[in-house]
């Protein structure tokens, strides 16, 4: 089954009602610490994908500190096999940023890209479809690449290539010549400005016209980060304004939070130093479809009254994910200092009440993403944990072992009398279903599904008629689009190309893909809509306990 990568962000500001507790027990989540995976020393970013197509979801990590990407291919009980790249030895020292995945080539594997903020270039790694990745190619970048994200930005129907250059202040998106003949060529890059310092980028349909956009994390400015939306038009983007997100902008999450069918965004923020903490919550933003946010929800993460042995703890990495199995999605807190995992589960209209205990996670948390890896219907948490004295930094993997709810039965209440012999059913008669599937994953009935669609197998984001269109499988899983699109008549490499090589891929006329990127790793700005920085003050919502 397919589950989606789910990445970072930052932000503290809000607006809107405060959070409501529920007095209504809720199913208690258990998780399954597995042994750490030791891998390239601090991991510091996640990604998720499926690199070997066996349907289950892959961990992708990069490592600043070792400048070595790593794949962690997925399986029953845990991950099943460790393949690492690098380091990249080029004419500079690198340093490996954010990492992102997504067919580059169009031969229906994926493939991993990585910012080299220290080199500036990104790294370019095409994907065997075992895990394993080939020798890498580099695409030279604006000064200091940071944030990384994969989408069909272009008018191709391959998948293109967008960074963040921080000392530059834009972001350069590489357009996917789309050539053929297992070659990935991009254009020279075409830059748009963005505000100060830009990090993390991330991509998704923010303003719900099926066109992808992008997101950028600026932390230039002290003490008020803000966050530039660029949105797509097909063949380019337009500026749309900056939001300013409070500092200390850490990672961040999406959803539908509240049911209303647009993205929604959770983000983890907090700033510490040896003296202050500056702030320690999360946020949740509510999304009405069209690229603002007319409400959002804070909540103060209070060491003092969570964690009782700890003074400070600083929230850095959100996942969100049906972690209690009653279809509702949930948001897991990951914070450093104390070392806990925190569960908020979701009460179906944007705000949240903690449960259960903190979970111990050993290490300080640097990333955090949330997936199916084990294949069992249940959402489990990745966590990447930054070296120590006694640890050089390794990959968590917790395992959700929540029961599965028993479906109420009714008795039936005889309205006549019975007529004739009773009748004895033959075969099976499948029960209720708690939804605890994502857009993509393989599906028997509507019921599965949070989005209440099942086409053609799988869960969609919308009814699919299966005749003019297909709730595609590859590269957008999950996503209702036309079943053909024009072809078109690439234009060959030149000046200022990158080509990527393998034996077999990408078709000039890619009749299977779609002119937008997959809703997979989904990072939205963590304040609400500003305009062109217009500062809001904080509404703070107190958490209180759900009983347990």
Not at 300 to 321: E, K
Request: charged content about 15%.
């Amino acid at each position: 089954m397919r589950k989606p990568l789910l990445m970072a962000l930052a932000g503290v500001w809000s607006l809107g009602a405060a959070a409501t507790a529920s007095a209504q027990p809720v199913n208690p989540v258990k998780f399954d610490a597995r042994p750490p995976y030791e891998i390239a020393k601090s991991p510091e970013f996640l990604a998720v994908a499926d690199m070997n197509s066996d349907g289950v979801p892959d961990l992708i990590s990069s490592s600043p500190t070792s400048q070595k990407v790593t794949v962690l291919t997925g399986g029953s009980g845990g991950f099943a096999a460790v393949v690492a790249a690098g380091p990249f030895l080029t004419t500079r020292f690198s340093k490996l940023e954010q990492v992102a995945a997504g067919d580059l080539n169009g031969d229906g594997f994926t493939d991993v890209a990585v910012a080299d903020s220290q080199a500036n270039q990104v790294v370019v790694l095409i994907g065997n479809n075992d895990g394993s990745l080939s020798n890498p190619v580099f695409i030279q970048t604006g000064s200091k690449p940071w944030g990384i994200a994969i989408g069909k930005f272009g008018n191709t129907a391959c998948n293109d290539i967008a960074v963040t250059n921080q000392s530059d202040d834009n972001v350069s998106v590489f357009f996917n010549r789309c050539s053929g003949n297992g070659r990935a060529s991009f254009t020279p890059p075409t830059s748009f400005p963005t505000s100060k310092k830009p990090g993390l980028l991330f991509t998704n349909d923010f303003n719900n016209d099926l066109l992808p956009d992008l997101v950028d994390i600026n932390i230039g400015n002290i003490g008020a980060n803000d966050m530039t939306e660029l949105l797509g038009t097909g063949v380019n983007f337009q500026n749309h304004g900056n939001f300013v997100v409070g500092d200390g902008a850490q990672q961040a999450t999406t959803f539908d939070f509240d049911n209303d069918g647009n993205v929604d965004i959770a983000v983890a923020s907090g700033r510490i130093t040896s003296r202050h903490v500056f702030s320690s919550s999360f946020t949740v933003l509510l999304g009405d479809g069209t690229g603002f946010f007319g409400r959002s929800n804070n909540f103060q993460v209070d060491c003092t009254q969570l964690i009782p042995s700890t003074a400070v703890c600083l929230p850095i990495g959100i996942a969100a994910g049906d972690f209690n199995l009653d279809g509702i999605p949930d948001l897991a807190v990951a914070v450093a200092y104390a070392n806990k995992l925190l569960i908020y589960a979701g009460n179906g209209d944007g705000t949240f009440d903690l449960i259960g205990q903190p979970i111990d996670i050993v290490g300080n948390p640097t990333f955090m993403v949330a997936a199916d890896f084990d294949d069992d219907g249940r959402v489990d948490l990745a966590i990447a944990e930054r070296a120590d004295a006694t640890s050089g930094g390794v990959i968590r993997l917790l395992l959700n072992n929540t029961d599965f709810p028993i479906p109420a039965t009714a008795t039936p209440t005889p309205t006549g009398p019975t007529l004739g012999p009773k009748a004895t059913a033959t075969g099976s008669v499948r029960p209720p279903v708690t939804p605890s599937k994502q857009n993509g994953d393989l599906c028997g009935g509507q019921d599965e599904c949070f989005s209440g669609f099942c086409e053609q197998g799988r869960c969609c984001n919308r009814a699919c008629n299966g005749v003019t269109e297909s709730c595609d499988q590859n590269p957008n899983p999950g996503i209702c689009l036309p079943k053909v699109i024009p072809s078109r008549t690439p234009t060959t490499g030149g000046t200022g190309s990158t080509v990527v090589g393998r034996s077999s891929g990408c078709s000039t006329d890619d009749r299977g893909s779609s002119p937008w990127s997959p809703f997979a790793v989904v990072f939205i700005p963590a304040a609400l809509w500003l305009g062109r920085r217009r500062n809001v003050g904080p509404a703070r919502a107190t958490i209180r306990n759900r009983t347990r």
